[in-house]
């Protein structure tokens, strides 16, 4: 049985988890978290805080269901936009889904439940949208 624990959405251009980067400093070298991730996460933090309500996270098994939207290309004929935008073209373009699963997960440690291992069930689709954004449907799993 599931109990649905949040819902929110993240608006703008889904960003996938970027590679830490590494700086030298002195004699020393730190890893660093990119600048556009670290932005994008903070947004789905912010979307996950005011969907939580300020109840406490979850610490049992959870369900996350979701839905990366893309923009097609302003290149496109608009023939072929609308076609994309009908679902007959999936897109295979970046940002990669499983990036952008990992962003979004590390964001709502400590907010929605309290580690990403606590996933037991995962639902994810990406498709052409006229805005650009990323739905998240967290549910608490009941264990019977």
Known sequence: MLKPL???TVMGEAVGKGRPKFARRGNF???YTPAKTKDYEALVQEAATKAMR???PCSGSIQVNMQIYVEPPKSW???KRNSA???DIK???KPDIDN???GVFDSMNGIVFLDDKQICSLSVAKAYNETARVEVRVYEVANV
Request: proline content about 5%; glycine content about 10%.
């Open 100 to 102: 952008v699963i990992k």
């Open 85 to 87: 935008l009908l679902g």
């Open 6 to 8: 949040a819902n929110f």
């Open 29 to 31: 070298v730190t890893a």
């Open 91 to 93: 897109p295979s373009t």
């Open 54 to 56: 300020g109840v406490a």
């Open 77 to 79: 004929s608009k023939i």
